[in-house]
């Protein structure tokens, strides 16, 4: 008799704009995990009638990030529900250090599988350019802030790749964690994927 397959966890992490959501829509697909997407989990949770609805209405409308407490809501509850027999794509989160050591103590509660961290690296004048293209096609729907210079890009690529580091720094000391180039096509990254998570597989008993 076969022996079954442990379910896998990845933790897909990367610059903005380097193609994370394209690829973590494929590996969902692929190996039929829970897509933890904290932008899709905020949209199950919104109600107009909810207190939480009210919230976070009120911090978009300042410009603020969602509260670091409803987020750390979110991730308690929505990992505390997957069963433990089905993996978990965590979808460019966590981003910052408190999230993750909350990530990790909540995936070793449950005994899973410890995740495989993947990095999706682009460089710099790269993210800047895929940032302002991409501002062009979602424009007639968000509008442009005022101050989306390539200058105010490069502050933001700076400002986030400062925190991720944390967050890299943890998982690196916990997991298995591979970093790729987010350049060239989507398949071709693609392949450079299933090729981590296969060798990963293999090399876990998975």
């Not at 529900?81 to 070793?108: C, Q, T, Y």
């Not at 682009?122 to 968000?142: A, I």
């Not at 105010?152 to 964690?177: M, P």
């Amino acid at each position: 008799m076969a022996k079954p397959q442990k379910p896998i966890n990845i933790i897909l992490l990367g610059d903005p704009a380097a193609g994370k959501a394209t690829q973590a829509a494929f590996l969902v697909k692929k190996f039929k995990v829970y897509d933890f997407d904290m932008g899709k989990e905020l949209s199950k949770r919104r109600s107009k009638n909810s207190a939480l609805h009210s919230k976070l209405k009120e911090n978009t409308d300042k410009g603020k990030l969602t509260p670091t407490a409803i987020v750390r809501e979110i991730l308690k509850e929505t990992i505390s529900k997957v069963p433990p027999a089905r993996g978990i794509l965590f979808d460019g989160h966590p981003k910052m250090l408190g999230e993750a050591k909350l990530v990790s103590r909540l995936l070793e509660s449950q005994h899973r599988t410890k995740p495989l961290v993947i990095y999706l690296s682009v460089p710099l004048e790269e993210t800047v350019k895929r940032m302002r293209d991409r501002q062009g096609y979602f424009k007639g729907k968000f509008g442009k802030r005022a101050d989306d210079t390539d200058k105010a890009l490069r502050n933001r690529v700076k400002y986030y790749r400062h925190n991720i580091a944390q967050v890299v720094d943890l998982f690196k000391s916990k997991y298995e964690f591979i970093k790729i180039s987010g350049l060239g096509s989507v398949s071709e990254i693609n392949a450079k994927i299933l090729d981590t998570v296969s060798s990963y597989t293999k090399n876990n008993g998975n």
